[in-house]
């Protein structure tokens, strides 16, 4: 670089690629992108800078049931209108869940709009998931859910404590990049995809679900899955892959907000949403909790076995879906067991998930040197729903870029 340069930095700004990449990756994504504007030198180098950033990242908040008076923002779309503003990925998948009462029972603004009997209107579910989804890129892929409670760690990274709140006043979206080498697609399969109780193969190809011999994991979620009919398409379903290489978990929820936040008709649709994941750098791992897991030390135990998969923990998310019925009423009182007992094992890796109403998955482990089946009996197929249990699952994406 001569001297001329170093006396106009208007120029080297505009001309030296490396000092303006080096610049840039100091800004986060909201940021960078308007910078790409100010020129093509600028536009290239925010691309690149943007294609090394796989880093996984999350938003989470406890919260209210009601908006503070001031305005009518509920409490996740409220943090994440915030927090987005400081994200250093651009997500290209977004998982979010939310306490089903914080959807349900959140106000417009009381101050402004109330019934005539003076009580505050309350503001549809599919409102606010509609808000907090224009907040993200058009393009991103996004499965919202609401449960009866949501475990989630809180914002910062892994080694903060996860929680387990119940009642769910708590919320957390998980922002996913593009990732080198990792493949996610989003999914909806309902009772109005099967023709004559059978599934459309180029539909279940499509979502990644059947014949894709790099799948690796499936993240599943039923809703309206009490309803008779279900339970043949939920075997239907989960036939498809259930098999050795493939890790599955996910549970029962009360709502579902996908996609371009329609909410589905609860009155006449059961089925499923959920986020398939392929890739050969993928490892994954799942064990089950079943009734005998009733005591922190038997937990802990549990977490022992899911610890000896040697998944490795960088770049790593953990997954927890538990049955409503077990937390701290089934721990004697003693709150945060499961989570505390994954933590234990696993001090650096996030946590997240919910309580709802019924769990799917069980004892699996998938990585590149070897797959074990424990749960599997006579049947050629695992048992994959359960009641009374917690499914925890970890799932690594592969080495950080």
């Known amino acids: 670089?001569?001297?001329?340069?170093?006396?106009?930095?208007?120029l080297v700004l505009t001309n030296v690629a490396e000092v303006v990449e080096r610049i840039l990756t100091f800004l986060p994504t909201k940021s960078l992108h308007r910078s790409a504007s100010v020129c093509r030198l600028w536009r290239d180098c925010a691309r690149r800078v943007m294609r090394m950033r796989q880093k996984l990242t999350w938003i989470s908040t406890k919260g209210y049931?009601?908006?503070?008076d001031d305005d009518d923002y509920h409490f996740l779309v409220k943090k994440m209108i915030?927090?987005?503003?400081?994200?250093?990925?651009?997500?290209?998948?977004?998982l979010y869940m939310a306490g089903t009462d914080t959807f349900c029972a959140q106000t417009s603004n009381r101050r402004k709009k109330e019934r005539r009997d003076g009580q505050p209107i309350k503001k549809k579910d599919a409102e606010v998931a509609a808000e907090l989804e224009n907040l993200l890129p058009l393009e991103c892929k996004i499965v919202g859910v609401s449960c009866p409670g949501i475990v989630y760690t809180p914002m910062g990274c892994g080694a903060q404590r996860p929680l387990e709140i119940e009642d769910g006043i708590a919320g957390f979206a998980l922002l996913l990049p593009k990732i080198d080498g990792v493949t996610v697609k989003f999914f909806h399969l309902s009772n109005k995809d099967l023709n004559n109780k059978v599934f459309d193969e180029e539909k279940l190809q499509e979502a990644g679900l059947q014949d894709n011999p790099d799948l690796r994991a499936v993240l599943l979620f039923g809703y309206n899955t009490f309803k008779p009919a279900a339970a043949d398409f939920i075997q239907q379903l989960t036939r498809s892959f259930n098999v050795k290489n493939t890790v599955v978990a996910g549970g029962h929820i009360d709502r579902v907000f996908s996609p371009s936040s329609e909410s589905v008709d609860v009155r006449n649709m059961y089925g499923f949403v959920g986020l398939s994941l392929s890739g050969k750098s993928i490892q994954a791992a799942s064990i089950l909790l079943d009734e005998d897991v009733e005591t922190p030390k038997s937990a802990e135990a549990a977490m022992q076995r899911l610890k000896a998969a040697n998944i490795p923990e960088s770049n790593t998310l953990g997954f927890m879906f538990a049955c409503i019925g077990r937390g701290q009423n089934y721990y004697s009182r003693k709150e945060n067991v499961e989570a505390d007992a994954f933590r234990k094992q696993f001090p650096a890796v996030p946590l997240f998930g919910f309580f709802g109403n019924g769990e799917i998955g069980c004892d699996r482990i998938v990585t590149e040197s070897f797959s074990l089946r424990e749960c599997c009996n006579s049947s050629d197929y695992d048992e994959l729903l359960h009641g009374y249990t917690t499914v925890m699952a970890l799932i690594h994406l592969g080495p950080v870029k």
Not at 1 to 10: G, Q, V
Not at 65 to 68: L, N, P, Q, T, V
Not at 82 to 94: A, F, G, I, K, N
Request: proline share 7%; charged share 30%.
């Open 65 to 68: 049931c009601y908006a503070d």
């Open 82 to 94: 915030v927090d987005l503003e400081e994200v250093y990925v651009l997500p290209e998948t977004v």
């Open 1 to 10: 670089m001569d001297i001329a340069h170093l006396k106009r930095p208007s």
